[in-house]
Every structure is written in structure tokens, then in C-alpha cells.
């Protein structure tokens, strides 16, 4: 039979259906909050026989249930304001159908603190937060040939595990088993010794302590095991009709991880089955589950098995404190100085830690000598001299929380870099550099000459020709093995005469006044230089390329003297060298001298002196490049006429002229007209060129005198009636006068008689 001390009841199959139907109400409700529940563990103590009844064993349980209390996940089932009450579900050997369940009461609750935390040395990342839930209970069990089972179950695991396959599916089963041995020596199971960790640093070497104490000396053995899984979102409370030979386990992904390695890593994380440590190093950032039995042995015969379930956080932790200093590193992670002659350096501190930093101390090794110690943030030393110097910065000295770095330091010899330079001062041809720094011939130096005219050069002893005369600064630049550059520089006064003077005029040939532009292309010269020109009209220069302007035509000679501000001298005479000749005069006849709208063609004539190019412009109307052309005149008027003349040396002469193209009419009256509507010969009018006429008056009169018809239009006919709208006139002789005025204000009449027959 069962006697439970606290809260203990013998369920019939009526009340067990009633209780499971609760119990899965309860969870259900709870398990959207069950997602913060990340291991647990149940151990028991045998008290001797029961003061109640002596042939019962008197047990206590502890059952160590952890969560992660950041943020707002599940509580621990029964504690205050919690969604469901806690039940532990008991077994009876292989029965399925008889067993009891133990309400629990309130859990003690604690905070836990991994290694990580209270190490001074490392600051773990915030957000990381565990806690405890530990539950008592109570049992007086009968000894039977079969185990009791005490078993937990619940809902979930977090959803973010990275070790698992579908994490956020997957419950936790903690259990403890009775056995039949227990039972016959009143055993007591194991007890972990330590918590377990909460946080784990990423590529940190692990040492974690996961043994456990045995009251009675038992041997214990350790492993990674599989945890179990439990309660789903569906079925939330353990289930009567499966017994615990039916627990399942989680589901690892395979391959990386499995119960046996279920943290991977390099090396692999491993358990000792001798001391339970935990050792290894852990390279995936994350939340992993992880599973470690104690198995307790009697004489070689297993008494029980614990089973702790827990889900390590493996992050990035940050060292407190880390020396560092302003520089560069080498491969072995020294910070490397060098200086180039200069003794004396400056050290700049960056280590890190904040808080954690007290103090720091500075060693300099010094060959023959004491070592420089300092005890400030930063220094400065002065060394020796040249030499190779080695020192030590530790932040934190003879603390737990302290860090070192190393030093090299390295004073460079000087260079002391030198030459010297030959040419010849009047003759332009190349300059020859010497290099005289000492040890020069070592391979340790890189040669850098810049000639002061933008070329380089990375030879020892190089020569250089120039193009521009100057004071030219000439620099050598010597590096050593270590970077180290030193530098002279010297003036070469390089100002020889050209070898040859040349000239290119822009032009050999032209008109008066012509602009000759006479570009100098002897080399080497420039401003500094005296340079003369005689121009050979009497006129002379001093530009380097002047620009002169001939005035008259004749042939000139050129000559042109050039000397050095060393005085280097070298002339040239250019004979005959240009030649102006006379300008065109451009000059045209015409004929006839007078036309009109009806003889509108006029003939040119060239009567130009030295053209050799025409361009004639007639008016608005377009133009011509012949010599003597003939054009026709689209309109009338006083036109004017361009000739332009170019000589054969591009000089040019023009002349304008106006052709008078007068506008003329034409008119004449008939004698009779037939107004009969056979269509032919209906009115009568003025006939000829109308264009150009102005203030036009016809006049028709009748034998009595009489007005009977008068228009200003002279495209207007007479239909015979009076005004053109009136009645018929009779046939008869009628007066006819026209006047107006022509296109030059000339005042003109016609007189006439039309006879009207019908």
C-alpha cells in the first residue's frame, strides 16, 4: 500500500479520469507560458522506517526545477499567482492502472549564478537570468520486487534551442526511480553537488564540476545522457496509461549534435565518467539542452539513476580588462615601434575594462643596464640610443583581474644621406649624380632621387638630362630596411645655351599689316634668359616668342640671339625670311547702267589689281564666286553690290557699287466691249503691269457727261450698267479717263473712248 506524509491520495478509476480531465485543463492553460522552463531534477533521501508503520520505508523527495526568469515566461507550477498547480504522478512497478499523484505546495525559490557571473574577470553579456524552484515532498512506500516511479511532466521547452529538433514541441519529463535494491536498503540517490551553470562563454576552455555526493560511499559513474521529452501543448499532464518504460527522448540534430555530444565543439564537449567534469571548448553561440546521469553502484549492482535536465546559454562574454596600447601588432601579437633616430617615444595606454582598471606598470629592458619601470597610464622614454628594446605594459599587476603586453622597440642608426653632381654649364647635355651616403653599397637601402622636374629615378648613381634650364633643388631620399627615411637636397644651376636655335614663324608670307607670330622652340630656355630680336624692319624683340606686326611690303630678314643667365651665348640670322607683298584693290564694272523690272539682267565686270579669290554679294538675294558673273535681279529697287578680293597670301580689298533696278508699269485702254452674256468681251478696263501702282482713279462718262461708272481698282471692268449695279447703258461711245501714280511718285494719265455694243 501507499501512506504519503503531506499530500498523498489513493485515486479509484473514478476520480483518476476526473483528476486527468483537471490536470489537462490546467495545463493547457498554462502551456503557452512554459516556454521559460529550461531543466530540472529529482533526487529522494530514505529516513528509515515510518513512525506510523515500521515495515514502511519513510522517503523525502526533492525535486530542483530551473527556469530562465528573463523576461515573462511560465512561473514555477504552484508558486504565487502561477497558471497551474504542480503534480507528481507515481508509478508502482509496471502497473498502469493504480498510482497516486502529490499536489505540490509552494516551491522555495532562488537565484542562480553561474561561474561566469562571479568571475571579476569576465562581464557576461546582460539579459541572462536563471532561477530555482525547489519542491519538497513526502512518502512512505512499501518495499515491493518493483520500482516506484515519481514523475514530473510539463510544457515547453523555448523555441530558440539550437540543439533540438522542433524545440518549441517538445516537453521535459524529471523523474526518479525507486528501485527494489533501493527499497531493500532504504538507499539514498545521489545529490548534485553544484547548480549548474547558467552561462557558458563561446571558445573559452570549459571546466564545469556536474559531480554529484553519495551519502553511503556508492561508486558513481557519469555520462551524457538524452533528456526526456514530457507534456505537449496538446496532452500537458503525464498520462495514466503510459508507464515510464515509455518515456521518449528529445530528438537531437544529427549530425552536429546527439545526447553524447550535445554541445559539439572543438574539442568536444565531453563529461568525465570518473569525476563528472565537464571539459572542452563550446564554438556555436546559443541555447543548447543537455542531459548528465549519475548511475549509483552497490557491489557492482545498479542502485538508482539521476538524470539532470538543463539548458546551457552559450554566449560571447567579454574579458574585463585587456591591456592594449596604440600601435602596431605583429603576428605574434606584440605591439612593434620603431623610430627613426629619434630616441624618445611616447607610449599611449588602451587597455580596456572601465572599473576594473586600478593601476598599470611599465618594464623596460635596458642591455647593461637597469631596467625603466613606470607606473602611469601612458609614458614616455627616452632610450639609449640605437638598438633593439623589448618591455612589458600590465594592466592590473598582481591582481586576479590583470592582463599583460608585450613591446618591441626599435631605434633606427642614422642615415645620413649625401651626393654630389657634374656637368657641363654651357653645353646642354646631361647631369651626372654621385651618391656618397655611407654605406651605401648595402642592400638594406632603397634609393629615391627626385630631379626637381617631376622624373625619378631609383638608382644609385643615375644621370638625368633636362629640358628646362633653372635652379633646380635635387632631393635623395634614402630608405633603410625599417621604413626609415632621410633626405638632402641640393640646387643644380643647370642654364646651358641651346645647342640650336629654332623658330617656326606662324607664317612665312603676308599682306600688310601682317601679324607674324615667331615661336621659339629652342631648348634649353625661359624667362631668366636674354633673348634679342631683330625683326629687319628696324624693329626689335625680347620675348621669348613675340608677335611682331609688318606695316609695309618688302622682304626681311631675321635674326635672334639668345644668352644664359651664366652668360652662354649662341645667335642665329634667318635671310629673306618673310616677305609682305602689296595689298588687292578690288575694282568692277557693270553694264547696261540702267534696268528695270521687265530687263532686270546685269553683266559684272573684274577690274581688281592682284585678286586671286572673288566673292561677290548681290544685295539680300545671295551671291557668287565668280570673276565676272551675270545676275538677275529678283526685285527692283537700288541694289547694292559687294566685291570682296583675297590675294593669294589671305589679304582682302572690297568695294560696293549700287545697281539701280527701277520699277516700271504698262497700261492701255481698249476702244469697245460687248456686254451680251455670251461670256466674251463682258466689261471693259485697263489693261498692262499694275505692280507698283498707287492711287488709281477710272473715270467713265456718258456723251451728256454724266458719271456712270469710276473705280480705284484697275482690275475692275465696267459691266455697261450705271456703277455696276444700276440700269443698262445704251450702245454708244462713252469718255474714259485713268490716272495714278507710279512706283516712284511719277503722276500719269490716259484718255480714251469705249464704244458699248450689245
Known amino acids: 500500500m501507499f501512506n504519503l506524509v503531506i499530500v498523498l491520495q489513493l485515486l479509484t478509476m473514478k476520480y483518476q479520469n476526473l483528476l486527468l480531465l483537471g490536470l489537462l485543463i490546467i495545463f493547457t492553460q498554462a502551456s503557452l507560458k512554459a516556454a521559460h522552463i529550461i531543466g530540472g531534477e529529482m533526487t529522494y533521501v530514505c529516513n528509515g522506517p515510518a513512525a506510523a508503520d515500521p515495515t514502511l520505508n519513510s522517503y523525502t523527495f526533492t525535486m530542483t526545477v530551473y527556469r530562465d526568469c528573463a523576461g515573462g515566461g511560465a512561473s514555477f507550477d504552484s508558486a504565487p499567482g502561477a497558471f497551474a498547480t504542480g503534480t507528481v504522478s507515481v508509478y508502482r512497478g509496471s502497473e498502469t492502472l493504480e498510482f497516486m499523484n502529490i499536489v505540490l505546495d509552494a516551491p522555495v525559490i532562488s537565484n542562480i549564478e553561474s561561474s561566469a557571473e562571479n568571475n571579476p574577470c569576465v562581464i557576461v553579456p546582460p539579459g541572462v537570468c536563471g532561477e530555482k524552484g525547489v519542491y519538497t515532498f513526502f512518502a512512505n512506500l512499501e518495499p515491493i520486487d518493483s520500482s516506484y516511479h515519481f514523475v514530473y511532466q510539463r510544457c515547453c521547452r523555448n523555441n530558440t534551442i539550437n540543439n533540438i529538433v522542433d524545440p518549441g514541441a517538445a516537453g521535459s519529463t524529471y523523474y ?217 605594459m600590465v594592466a592590473n599587476p598582481g591582481t586576479l583581474c590583470s592582463d599583460s603586453a608585450q613591446l618591441s622597440v626599435t631605434i633606427t642608426e642614422p642615415i645620413l644621406p649625401a651626393f654630389t653632381f657634374n656637368y657641363d654649364t654651357c653645353v646642354a647635355g646631361p647631369v651626372t649624380f654621385t651618391n656618397l651616403t655611407p654605406n651605401g653599397d648595402t642592400e638594406d637601402y632603397v634609393w629615391g632621387w627626385e630631379f626637381g622636374d617631376g622624373n625619378l629615378s631609383d638608382e644609385e648613381d643615375p644621370e638625368h638630362m633636362y629640358e628646362d634650364p633653372g635652379a633646380i633643388p635635387v632631393a635623395l631620399n634614402v630608405t633603410d630596411s625599417y621604413g626609415c627615411i632621410e633626405t638632402v637636397t641640393n640646387q643644380v644651376n643647370w642654364f646651358p645655351a641651346p645647342p640650336i636655335i629654332v623658330v617656326e614663324p606662324s607664317t612665312f608670307v603676308g599682306c600688310p599689316p601682317a601679324s607674324v607670330e615667331f615661336i621659339n622652340l629652342s631648348s634649353p630656355i625661359d624667362s631668366t634668359y636674354d633673348i634679342v630680336w631683330n625683326f629687319g624692319d628696324g624693329r626689335i624683340g625680347n620675348d621669348i616668342s613675340p608677335t611682331h606686326i609688318y606695316e609695309r611690303p618688302g622682304t626681311y630678314d631675321v635674326g635672334i640671339q639668345i644668352t644664359s643667365p651664366i652668360g652662354c651665348f649662341i645667335e642665329r640670322r634667318f635671310a629673306n625670311w618673310i616677305f609682305i607683298d602689296s595689298l588687292p584693290i578690288a575694282d568692277f564694272d557693270f553694264a547696261p547702267m540702267a534696268r528695270s523690272n521687265f530687263e532686270p539682267e546685269v553683266n559684272f565686270s573684274d577690274q581688281s589689281i592682284r585678286a586671286a579669290f572673288w566673292e561677290w554679294q548681290f544685295d539680300r538675294f545671295g551671291g557668287t564666286i565668280e570673276q565676272d558673273p551675270t545676275y538677275v535681279f529678283p526685285d527692283t529697287g537700288m541694289m547694292e553690290v559687294q566685291l570682296v578680293v583675297t590675294h593669294i597670301y589671305g589679304c582682302q580689298d572690297s568695294i560696293t557699287q549700287i545697281v539701280d533696278i527701277e520699277p516700271q508699269v504698262t497700261y492701255w485702254l481698249p476702244n469697245a466691249f460687248t456686254p451680251n452674256g455670251d461670256g466674251k468681251n463682258e466689261g471693259y478696263r485697263g489693261g498692262g503691269f499694275f505692280r507698283g501702282m498707287r492711287d488709281f482713279d477710272m473715270q467713265i462718262f456718258n456723251r451728256h457727261g454724266g458719271l456712270v461708272f469710276q473705280s480705284a481698282d484697275p482690275s475692275e471692268a465696267w459691266n455697261g450698267q450705271q456703277n455696276n449695279t444700276g440700269r443698262m447703258s445704251p450702245n454708244g461711245v462713252y469718255l474714259v479717263r485713268v490716272q495714278f501714280t507710279g512706283p516712284r511718285g511719277k503722276a500719269q494719265e490716259y484718255k480714251g473712248f469705249a464704244t458699248l455694243m450689245r
Open 176 to 392: 526518479v526511480e525507486v528501485t527494489p535494491f533501493a527499497q531493500q536498503t532504504c538507499n539514498t540517490s545521489p545529490l548534485f553537488t553544484n547548480l549548474p551553470e547558467t552561462v557558458i562563454c563561446v571558445n573559452d576552455p570549459l571546466n564545469i564540476d556536474a559531480s554529484a555526493f553519495d551519502a553511503e560511499g556508492d561508486q558513481l559513474v557519469y555520462s551524457f545522457c538524452s533528456p526526456l521529452s514530457g507534456g505537449t501543448q496538446t496532452n500537458v499532464a503525464p498520462n495514466p496509461d503510459d508507464p515510464p518504460a515509455f518515456f521518449t527522448d528529445i530528438e537531437f540534430l544529427l549530425p552536429n549534435f546527439s545526447a553524447l555530444e550535445p554541445l559539439g565543439g572543438d574539442p568536444v564537449v565531453t563529461i568525465d565518467p570518473f569525476t563528472g567534469v565537464i571539459t572542452g571548448t563550446a564554438t556555436d553561440q546559443g541555447r543548447f539542452v543537455v542531459g548528465v546521469c549519475v548511475e549509483e553502484y552497490r557491489n557492482g549492482e545498479l542502485l538508482s539513476t539521476i538524470q539532470r535536465d538543463y539548458q546551457f546559454n552559450v554566449t560571447f562574454c567579454e574579458q574585463a580588462v585587456n591591456a592594449g596600447l596604440q600601435g602596431m601588432i605583429d603576428a605574434g601579437g606584440n605591439y612593434v615601434y620603431q623610430s627613426c633616430v629619434d630616441s624618445t617615444l611616447s607610449f599611449i595606454n588602451e587597455s580596456t575594462g572601465g572599473t576594473f582598471l586600478e593601476s598599470f606598470s611599465w618594464t623596460f629592458d635596458i642591455p647593461g643596464d637597469q631596467p625603466l619601470s613606470f607606473t602611469t597610464q601612458d609614458v614616455t622614454v627616452t632610450f639609449p640610443g640605437p638598438g633593439v628594446y623589448t618591455g612589458t
